[in-house]
């Protein structure tokens, strides 16, 4: 019986493991669909802002209640899976409780400290829950936010209700098991003496008082599997989840903008042509060359901006596949909050959907596959770029650095520079800043005009 369970522990490990490689391989092939851009350098302040945002949840703790839920359920869920090396082994080795006689002194605290983190994960789980679908936060509900639909929401809830189940599952198995172990059960009586009660679940040993033993072994072999497929199982649907940010936020803030958050990156070819055009010298390298923002040499033009997700930057792609969802950035957002269409997060959902829908035509077609569909008009509207105001308020609402008005911008110039589709009242912007050197209607040395005026009143 044994070696059947190693066998099938093995099969489903293997399984596990092929697919999450598969994914991850889609995943960064889509990622790297992208312009290349340098984000490597300054590697020290970026490890910095990546324990500060990422693992230290700095942003969250504007709100410290949320914050701090929001620390212990992605800290507390990463540490106390760490208990899943120990079931792996046992899973491969045909053990139990593989390292219990060789950490005896620590094993318990070390368990009691799992269940604590357990029990706080449930509860924000719980909380989480209730805040969606009882309060019912705004920034969650489709009735003001046409980008969540009946999935974004089920997803959701998806991963909330399996974090409380694989919960209960740690803590029962424990139970169980410590029961197993005072009645000197089969390999249970093993670990008689040297692993005491745990310090959450010896509370809910009375469950089970009433168990005989093969009902009792059989519910501990159930949770044991519960909980070790239940997160393999978790592993692979958070490939196709807004909960890849639990693999991709840590890089994802290490290589982000480091620049200040008004700094709106220039296009060098567009630079090139102002500096020839007044007389300027034009930016270049170490080797003469023409450079941009970075310092990187700019590939040929294809197109000014972006139309769809392979005229973007990697990063903007990495954005996208981070994003958690959760709306701080819409409900900051002016444009959104007086009712125009524009919301960053469905910004950020719909580059994520245009690279999926390109992942299942590679599944389907090959790389090289192409479609007739574009991230711009397909997906993003024109009323929706056009309503950005470039405040950054979506930047920094961000808990994780995403920039979505990036990819607003890129698709902007787009639509200006290479389909001539600006609004009438930007052409007579542009038209005003090129002949007057601002964006009002006035010759430049009438410029201090109502200065005299404000003198005469006097």
């Not at 994914?23 to 300054?42: F, V």
């Not at 006689?101 to 719980?126: M, Q, R, W």
């Not at 008005?405 to 038209?431: G, K």
């Amino acid at each position: 019986m044994e070696i059947i369970q190693q066998i099938l522990f093995v099969g489903a490990l293997i399984a596990t493991a092929w697919y999450i490689t598969k994914r991850i391989q889609h995943i960064s092939r889509a990622i790297r669909l992208g312009r290349p851009e340098n984000r490597t350098d300054h590697a020290d302040e970026r490890l910095k802002t990546m324990l500060l945002v990422a693992f230290g949840q700095k942003k969250m703790f504007t709100n410290p209640l949320v914050g701090l839920m929001h620390f212990v359920i992605y800290a507390g869920f990463l540490i106390v899976n760490i208990e899943v090396l120990e079931i792996v082994l046992d899973g491969v080795l045909g053990t139990h409780r593989l390292f219990a006689p060789f950490i005896a002194p620590v094993y318990p605290f070390l368990i009691g400290v799992f269940e604590i983190l357990a029990v706080g994960v449930l509860t924000v789980c719980v909380v989480f829950l209730c805040r969606r679908f009882v309060a019912k936060v705004s920034r969650f509900q489709p009735e003001r936010h046409r980008e969540m639909t009946r999935w974004p929401r089920t997803d959701a809830a998806i991963i909330l209700i399996a974090e409380i189940l694989l919960m209960i599952a740690f803590l029962t198995w424990n139970a169980s098991d410590s029961v197993l172990r005072d009645r000197g059960v089969g390999h249970y009586a093993a670990l008689q003496g040297i692993v005491p009660d745990f310090l959450i679940s010896q509370y809910l040993k009375p469950l089970f008082s009433n168990f005989s033993d093969t009902a009792l072994v059989g519910y501990e072999r159930v949770a044991w599997w519960f909980h070790i497929l239940g997160i393999m199982a978790f592993a692979v649907y958070v490939t196709y989840s807004k909960h890849l940010h639990i693999a991709l936020g840590f890089p994802n803030v290490y290589f982000s903008d480091l620049k200040p958050k008004g700094e709106i990156q220039n296009m060098p070819e567009i630079t090139k042509e102002v500096q020839l055009s007044l007389g300027l010298p034009v930016t270049t390298g170490t080797d003469g060359a023409q450079t941009d923002d970075n310092g990187q040499q700019p590939a040929e033009v294809g197109r000014f901006g972006a139309k769809d997700v392979q005229d973007l930057k990697w990063i903007n792609l990495m954005n996208a596949y981070s994003c958690t969802e959760c709306g701080r950035c819409t409900a900051a957002c002016p444009a959104n909050i007086t009712g125009k269409k524009l919301s960053p997060r469905k910004i950020m959902m719909d580059t994520r959907d245009r690279l999926e829908e390109i992942q299942q035509g590679w599944k389907a077609n090959g790389y090289n596959y192409k479609d007739d569909k574009s991230l711009l008009n397909d997906y993003i509207t024109a009323e929706e770029l056009n309503a950005c105001t470039t405040c950054q308020a979506c930047v920094n609402a961000c808990p994780i650095n995403i920039n979505p008005l990036d990819i607003i911008l890129q698709l902007r110039r787009y639509r200006v520079m290479e389909e001539s589709q600006a609004p009438a009242s930007w052409n007579a912007m542009f038209s005003n800043i090129e002949n007057n050197m601002a964006p009002w209607k006035f010759s430049p040395s009438d410029r201090f005009n109502w200065a005299d005026q404000v003198n005469e009143v006097k």
